[in-house]
């Protein structure tokens, strides 16, 4: 039972915002290529869709420095937005 009560109080305690504060698109200058159109572009930016093993789409941005040696991982919490984090990742990566 207590996995019941885990999951009920998960719907609960985390909510996302809906809509997003971001949107997707493919980008028309380049084929193929995703951007968010409400953060400013930039080539050191790739978005991607990414779909989970239970066949949900979710989205990812890969942000690149060009000295790096290693990548860094951020899974944010269900209740966060990735447009409102963006501009932090962004400037995370300023040498």
């Known amino acids: ?8 109080a998960a719907k609960f305690a985390f909510f ?11 980008d028309e200058s380049t084929p193929g290529r995703l951007v968010i159109p409400e953060v400013p572009r930039t080539d050191e930016v790739d ?9 949900n789409e979710i989205v ?7 000295r790096a ?10 209740a966060a937005d990735l447009g409102q984090m963006f501009e932090l990742f962004v400037e995370l990566r300023i040498p």
């Open 16 to 26: 996302p915002p809906n809509p997003p504060s971001y949107t997707v698109i493919a």
């Open 69 to 78: 040696s290693a990548t860094m991982l951020y899974s944010h919490g269900n």
């Open 1 to 8: 039972m207590g996995g019941v009560t885990s999951s009920i």
């Open 60 to 66: 990812a941005v890969h942000i690149k420095h060009p």
């Open 47 to 55: 978005v991607l869709k990414l779909r989970t093993r239970r066949g």
